[in-house]
């Protein structure tokens, strides 16, 4: 089990930001590449952002490229998703995973609500 906590999340305008947190809680944080992810009303999860665990190297879905950026800090066991230029559209709860790599997340945050008002 690793748990995963997120926050950051809120209510925010079109055309703001917002920076959502997550904490990891394991020794072994370094060893994690970690993504986000987002689930809105009425539809499918989906990948938005993706961080090895270096942080070398990042992935975005095409909807959020150029507007959201994935980051993290191996020391404080974080890993950020910085949220510009926010649409409705946007508009989700968003999770944090960590795993293996990129495309293999085996363990999942509770959610952060993320809702942009138009």
């Known amino acids: 089990q690793v748990p995963l906590v997120e926050s950051g999340g809120g209510l925010v305008q079109a055309g703001g930001s917002l920076r959502l947190s997550c904490v990891v809680s394991?020794?072994?944080?370094?060893?994690?590449?970690l993504g986000w992810f987002r689930q809105a009303p009425g539809k499918e999860r989906e990948f938005v952002a993706g961080?090895?665990?270096?942080?070398?190297?990042?992935y975005y879905a095409d909807s959020v490229k150029g507007r959201f950026t994935i980051s993290r800090d191996n020391p404080k066991n974080t890993v950020y998703l910085q949220m510009n230029s926010l649409t409705p559209e946007d508009t989700a709860v968003y999770y944090c995973?960590?795993?293996?790599?990129?495309?293999?997340?085996?363990?999942w945050g509770q959610g952060t609500q993320v809702t942009v008002s138009s």
């Open positions: 995973a960590a795993g293996a790599a990129v495309d293999d997340y085996d363990f």
């Open positions: 394991t020794r072994t944080f370094s060893n994690f590449a």
């Open positions: 961080i090895n665990w270096s942080g070398g190297r990042t």
